[in-house]
């Protein structure tokens, strides 16, 4: 499914953002070269508490990197999961430290190209097109995109990776705010996992306007794994092994980690927090942001 027309152009994010204590932008295995110059670079950013990392989460990845390969313009040069912080208090939201190294755990010991970036677990909520502003600026304005082989610079295009129910809650009035819509769909665009049994038509139908830049990613083996079902598996005493990366289950079990429902414990970890004052609007564009981040973890299995 490829785009029917062009995506708008990539310009500098805003900036410069305010970054977590000791914080510097993880790209160890961002590809600097494009190999094929016809083709378009991106970057696949993937938003959600990920408590704990699950192999669906990494699963969606790949099978964004094999829709992508048959079916579009891109090449993907790198892929991020993005931690929510501690300050979105979802319930079995493990405190910010231990998600990040479970995702670190996963990705440096299960992958050969994927990244957790911890700027937005480190600090208050971040929205999503926040989010997705950061990855921009770090990618192209800090370090300067990517080069082809023959040297010419270009600009790489971030997008949002997620399962179907996002797309399900960013068609419905009033979940997401206008503005944050365009700034994702229109400026960004997004990949989404569909799940059997979603009606993905009506839910696009209703986001006609940003439909060049949604693409819909089938899923062909079902994969029903999710982060709510591990944690009851563990409250229960039951083996989690085979559905999550071994080194996670490894560090889980050693830390004792998910033997309480509540098991969001921030404070004991040591991470200063700090919370920014939030004006009127921005708080119900937070408060549609958060409404719009439980679909996208429900929908992933996070």
Request: proline content about 6%; glycine content about 6%; hydrophobic content about 35%.
């Amino acid at each position: 499914m490829e785009s029917d027309s062009p995506s708008p152009p990539i310009t500098d994010s805003h900036g410069p953002f305010t970054n977590p204590p000791n914080y510097s932008f993880p790209h160890h295995r961002l590809s600097r070269t494009l190999r094929n110059p016809a083709k378009q670079p991106i970057v696949l950013v993937a938003c959600g508490s990920f408590s704990p990392v699950t192999y669906l989460h990494l699963r969606m990845f790949e099978m964004a990197v094999d829709y992508v390969r048959q079916n579009t313009d891109f090449e993907i040069v790198g892929g991020y999961l993005s931690p929510v912080s501690d300050m979105y208090k979802k319930p079995g939201l493990l405190a910010a430290q231990h998600r990040v190294t479970m995702c670190t755990l996963a990705s440096e010991q299960t992958s050969h190209w994927l990244m957790v970036d911890p700027w937005e677990a480190f600090q208050s909520y971040q929205r999503t097109a926040v989010v997705l502003d950061h990855f921009d600026y770090e990618i192209n304005t800090v370090l300067g995109g990517v080069q082809t082989i023959d040297g010419e610079h270009r600009n790489v295009r971030v997008m949002l990776l997620a399962g179907s129910d996002l797309i399900s809650t960013m068609s419905e009035p009033g979940v997401w705010s206008e503005d944050d819509l365009d700034h994702i769909l229109g400026r960004y665009g997004c990949l989404i996992i569909e799940r059997a049994g979603s009606d993905m038509d009506q839910a696009t139908d209703n986001l006609a306007r940003w439909r060049h830049n949604i693409f819909l990613i089938s899923q062909l083996i079902q994969n029903d794994v999710s982060s709510t079902k591990v944690r009851l598996f563990l409250r229960r005493g039951l083996s989690v092994r085979y559905l999550l990366p071994t080194p996670v289950v490894d560090y889980i079990e050693q830390h004792g980690l998910y033997q309480d429902e509540n098991v969001s414990s921030p404070a004991s970890i040591g991470h200063p927090h700090r919370q920014r004052h939030v004006t009127s609007p921005e708080r119900d564009r937070i408060k549609s942001d958060e409404k719009g981040k439980q679909a996208q973890s429900a929908s992933s299995g996070y």
